[in-house]
Nanobody
């Protein structure tokens, strides 16, 4: 089992920044690919960013490319999502997810473990 706890969400104005953190416990963190997903009201959960166990491979949704950066610190068992130039359409609950493996997957079904989510609200 892997336990994931997100933090860092909040309310910011458009153009602002937030950094989300996801602390993992329970298993060897470096064995897991990590991902961030988000879900807005009335919409399906969507992939935001993913990172390989080493941190050398990252993927982003087109909607956040160039604005968001995913990173990880395996010594701290933590994955981060730096979000800059935030837009009202980024408003959602953001979830951290983990899968045991080496390939970064961009679908929610591929992930084994999920955090409880953190709310991000961007005002216009």
């Amino acid at each position: 089992q892997v336990q994931l706890v997100e933090s860092g969400g909040g309310l910011v104005q458009a153009g602002g920044s937030l950094r989300l953190s996801c602390a993992a416990s329970g298993r060897t963190f470096s064995n897991y690919v990590m991902g961030w997903f988000r879900q807005a009201p009335g919409k399906e959960r969507e992939f935001v960013a993913g990172i390989s166990w080493s941190g050398r491979v990252t993927y982003y949704a087109d909607s956040v490319k160039g604005r968001f950066t995913i990173s990880r610190d395996n010594a701290k068992n933590t994955v981060y999502l730096q979000m800059n130039s935030l837009k009202p359409e980024d408003t959602a609950v953001y979830y951290c997810a983990a899968l045991r493996g080496t390939i970064v997957v961009r679908t929610a079904e591929g992930y084994n473990y999920w955090g409880q989510g953190t709310q991000v609200t961007i005002s216009s």
